[in-house]
Protein backbone atom coordinates (compact mmCIF):
# COMPACT_ATOMS: atom_id res chain seq x y z
CA UNK A 1 0.00 0.00 0.00
CA UNK A 2 1.39 3.43 -0.76
CA UNK A 3 0.24 6.42 0.90
CA UNK A 4 0.16 10.09 -0.18
CA UNK A 5 0.46 13.16 2.15
CA UNK A 6 -0.25 16.84 0.66
CA UNK A 7 1.03 19.99 1.97
CA UNK A 8 0.99 23.43 0.81
CA UNK A 9 -1.49 25.43 -0.79
CA UNK A 10 -3.23 28.37 0.80
CA UNK A 11 -4.53 31.32 -0.65
CA UNK A 12 -2.27 34.55 -2.60
CA UNK A 13 -3.21 36.93 -5.20
CA UNK A 14 -2.79 37.04 -8.86
CA UNK A 15 0.68 37.29 -9.65
CA UNK A 16 1.91 35.59 -6.64
CA UNK A 17 3.40 31.74 -6.12
CA UNK A 18 2.63 28.89 -4.06
CA UNK A 19 4.75 25.16 -3.45
CA UNK A 20 2.66 21.97 -3.12
CA UNK A 21 4.05 19.03 -1.84
CA UNK A 22 3.55 15.18 -1.74
CA UNK A 23 5.40 12.97 0.12
CA UNK A 24 4.90 9.12 -0.29
CA UNK A 25 5.23 6.64 1.63
CA UNK A 26 4.61 2.23 2.16
CA UNK A 27 5.45 0.00 -0.90
CA UNK A 28 7.01 2.83 -2.70
CA UNK A 29 9.57 1.26 -4.75
CA UNK A 30 6.56 0.36 -6.62
CA UNK A 31 6.04 3.83 -7.79
CA UNK A 32 6.20 5.12 -11.39
CA UNK A 33 4.84 8.35 -12.86
CA UNK A 34 3.67 10.84 -10.62
CA UNK A 35 1.31 13.63 -11.36
CA UNK A 36 -0.39 16.56 -10.24
CA UNK A 37 -4.66 17.17 -10.93
CA UNK A 38 -6.77 19.87 -9.89
CA UNK A 39 -10.76 20.40 -9.52
CA UNK A 40 -12.51 23.60 -9.62
CA UNK A 41 -15.70 23.26 -8.08
CA UNK A 42 -18.40 22.14 -10.84
CA UNK A 43 -15.77 20.99 -13.10
CA UNK A 44 -14.09 17.61 -13.80
CA UNK A 45 -10.89 16.66 -12.14
CA UNK A 46 -8.22 17.29 -15.15
CA UNK A 47 -4.72 17.10 -15.67
CA UNK A 48 -1.74 20.00 -14.76
CA UNK A 49 1.59 18.22 -14.81
CA UNK A 50 3.37 14.83 -14.77
CA UNK A 51 7.21 13.62 -13.73
CA UNK A 52 8.71 10.35 -15.02
CA UNK A 53 9.86 7.69 -12.41
CA UNK A 54 13.13 9.13 -12.99
CA UNK A 55 12.26 12.61 -13.10
CA UNK A 56 14.01 13.54 -16.20
CA UNK A 57 10.46 13.71 -18.81
CA UNK A 58 7.83 16.21 -17.58
CA UNK A 59 4.51 16.93 -19.19
CA UNK A 60 2.24 20.20 -18.46
CA UNK A 61 -1.28 21.02 -19.53
CA UNK A 62 -0.95 24.00 -22.22
CA UNK A 63 -3.30 26.13 -18.50
CA UNK A 64 -0.41 26.18 -17.14
CA UNK A 65 3.15 25.57 -19.48
CA UNK A 66 5.56 27.98 -17.94
CA UNK A 67 4.18 28.76 -14.87
CA UNK A 68 3.96 25.46 -12.88
CA UNK A 69 7.26 22.91 -12.65
CA UNK A 70 6.98 20.14 -11.00
CA UNK A 71 9.71 17.76 -9.69
CA UNK A 72 10.43 14.81 -7.28
CA UNK A 73 13.10 14.32 -4.70
CA UNK A 74 13.51 10.12 -4.06
CA UNK A 75 15.70 11.14 -1.47
CA UNK A 76 12.95 12.84 0.43
CA UNK A 77 10.54 10.68 -0.89
CA UNK A 78 8.24 13.91 -2.00
CA UNK A 79 7.23 15.27 -5.21
CA UNK A 80 6.58 18.87 -5.79
CA UNK A 81 4.41 21.49 -8.05
CA UNK A 82 5.83 24.75 -7.89
CA UNK A 83 3.30 27.27 -9.07
CA UNK A 84 4.23 30.59 -10.10
CA UNK A 85 2.08 33.73 -11.85
CA UNK A 86 -1.30 32.51 -11.01
CA UNK A 87 -4.36 33.38 -11.97
CA UNK A 88 -8.16 33.54 -10.38
CA UNK A 89 -8.67 30.58 -13.08
CA UNK A 90 -5.85 28.52 -11.24
CA UNK A 91 -8.23 28.15 -8.31
CA UNK A 92 -9.16 24.24 -7.41
CA UNK A 93 -8.45 21.90 -5.31
CA UNK A 94 -5.18 19.80 -6.41
CA UNK A 95 -4.28 16.44 -6.10
CA UNK A 96 -1.36 14.55 -6.15
CA UNK A 97 -1.16 11.01 -7.65
CA UNK A 98 1.00 8.19 -8.40
CA UNK A 99 1.04 5.18 -10.97
CA UNK A 100 2.26 2.10 -9.93
CA UNK A 101 2.87 0.97 -13.35
CA UNK A 102 3.51 2.96 -16.46
CA UNK A 103 0.96 4.84 -18.07
CA UNK A 104 -0.26 8.28 -20.00
CA UNK A 105 0.57 11.16 -17.54
CA UNK A 106 -1.69 12.81 -18.88
CA UNK A 107 -5.01 10.49 -17.97
CA UNK A 108 -6.82 10.51 -14.77
CA UNK A 109 -7.26 6.92 -14.86
CA UNK A 110 -3.69 6.08 -15.01
CA UNK A 111 -3.00 6.89 -11.30
CA UNK A 112 -3.67 4.37 -8.68
CA UNK A 113 -2.97 6.20 -5.15
CA UNK A 114 -3.92 9.70 -4.64
CA UNK A 115 -3.03 12.53 -1.82
CA UNK A 116 -6.15 13.92 -0.17
CA UNK A 117 -6.11 17.51 -2.05
CA UNK A 118 -5.06 21.25 -0.76
CA UNK A 119 -7.26 23.68 -1.71
CA UNK A 120 -5.72 26.64 -4.17
CA UNK A 121 -7.19 30.25 -4.16
CA UNK A 122 -6.31 32.46 -6.22
CA UNK A 123 -8.15 36.46 -5.80
CA UNK A 124 -7.55 39.23 -8.88
Known amino acids: QVQLVQSGGGSVQAGGSLRLSCAWS????????MGWFRQAPGAEREFAAG????????SYADSVQGRFTISRDKAKNTAYLQMTNLKPEDTAVYYC?????????????????WGQGTQVTVSS
Open 97 to 113: AAQSTPGPRSLRASYDY
Open 26 to 33: GRTFTLDH
Open 51 to 58: ICRSGCLM
